[in-house]
């Protein structure tokens, strides 16, 4: 059973580059999630999704969009790079929300560097 | 919204000496609690969560955590530690309505 599977591991952007990082898990999870992790500064929300076809923004969702064509998929695109979105990008999914029975599933994350 | 401070960045410590890392938290409703651990190079593993009832909560590895409402904190305790726990520890504030937030972290560093 691989859970979340995030790919890929690391990249490097230059200014106004674009990139899809890709999550993909197999629990049939309804619910998925985009966060980011800067030192000092915890994890952010970028975007969130309840099911295929929906998805919402989080906490911080400039500069990224997302899509959720099936239960499975849940690719976080960048536009034009910039320097602050140097990160590490965590997705993670649930069965049915971030309650109390329903742990967040992460996976093992994307370290992205735009210079 | 709800958030979450912990109150330290970073906690050295001998193996097996006890071990406290503090978090507090503000919210306006009712709310769940979560302790997750990273370790390197991973993602994040639930620790511990807490909805009502005992205010007490125990969780894998030997981590239990106590709710104190009138305090609003949720610290994580553990009475000895060993080199494995060595990692980030980040608590947790939901509202079950898809908003969780993230404290800054605590990075437990285990010394022999």
């Known amino acids: 059973n691989a859970g979340v599977t995030q790919t890929p591991k690391f990249r490097i952007l230059k200014i106004g580059q674009s990139m899809t990082l890709q999550c993909t898990q197999d629990m049939n999870h309804n619910y998925m999630y985009w966060y980011r992790q800067d030192p000092g500064m915890g994890l952010k929300l970028i975007y969130y999704s309840v099911g295929a076809g929906i998805t919402d923004k989080g906490e911080v969702p400039n500069g990224y969009n997302v899509s959720r064509s099936t239960t499975e998929d849940f690719p976080l695109r960048l536009e034009l790079a910039a320097p602050s979105q140097t990160s590490v990008y965590f997705c993670?999914?649930?069965?049915?929300?971030?309650?109390?029975?329903?742990?967040?599933?992460f996976g093992n994350g994307t370290r992205l560097t735009v210079t | 919204a709800q958030s979450v401070t912990q109150l330290d960045s970073q906690v050295p410590v001998f193996e097996e000496a006890p071990v406290e890392l503090r978090c507090n938290y503000s919210?306006?409703?009712?709310?769940?609690l979560f302790w997750y651990v990273q370790y390197p190079n991973q993602g994040l593993q639930l620790l511990l969560k807490y909805l009502s009832g005992s205010t007490l909560v125990k969780g894998i590895n030997g981590f239990e955590a106590e709710f104190n409402k009138s305090q609003t904190s949720f610290h994580l305790r553990k009475p000895s530690v060993h080199i494995s726990d060595t990692a980030e520890y980040f608590c947790a504030v939901s509202d079950n309505n898809n908003d969780m937030r993230f404290g800054a972290g605590t990075r437990l560093t285990v010394k022999p």
């Open positions: 993670a999914s649930s069965p049915t929300g971030t309650d109390i029975n329903s742990p967040l599933h």
């Open positions: 919210s306006s409703v009712s709310v769940y």
